[in-house]
């Protein structure tokens, strides 16, 4: 069973920059999409980023407009998601999220998840 453990999250200023780290554990992530999302309170769960299991692939958010970047380190059994330029309204608990497929944009796709990290952006 995979599991994943993400890292890096804190507070910045608005125009700041944070590197999350997710770590899996349990087993091998080589083979899979995996992705980010981000979740606010009382709202569902919005997809951030999205890596395809060789790393050829990546696809982003609208609102991601070039600030972020996806990458994936698969002799380390890690994915990474930059993020640059943060903006107040990029705050947020944002999750790793394992085994996405074709709908990569849908929460539902993904079976392995992590228990997020908060990011907050202050004005």
């Known amino acids: 069973q995979v599991q994943l453990v993400e890292s890096g999250g804190g507070s910045v200023q608005a125009g700041g920059s944070l590197r999350l780290s997710c770590a899996a554990s349990?087993?091998?992530?080589?083979?899979?999409?995996m992705g980010w999302f981000r979740q606010v309170p009382r709202k569902e769960r919005d997809f951030v980023a999205h890596?395809?299991?060789?790393?050829?692939?990546?696809y982003y958010g609208d609102f991601v407009e070039g600030r972020f970047t996806i990458s994936r380190d698969n002799a380390k059994n890690t994915v990474y998601l930059q993020m640059n330029s943060l903006k107040p309204e990029d705050t947020a608990v944002y999750y790793c999220?394992?085994?996405?497929?074709?709908?990569?944009?849908?929460?539902?796709?993904?079976?392995?998840w992590g228990q997020g990290t908060q990011v907050t952006v202050s004005s």
């Open positions: 890596i395809s299991w060789s790393g050829s692939y990546t």
């Open positions: 999220a394992g085994g996405g497929g074709v709908s990569y944009k849908r929460a539902s796709e993904y079976t392995y």
């Open positions: 349990g087993g091998t992530i080589r083979n899979y999409g």
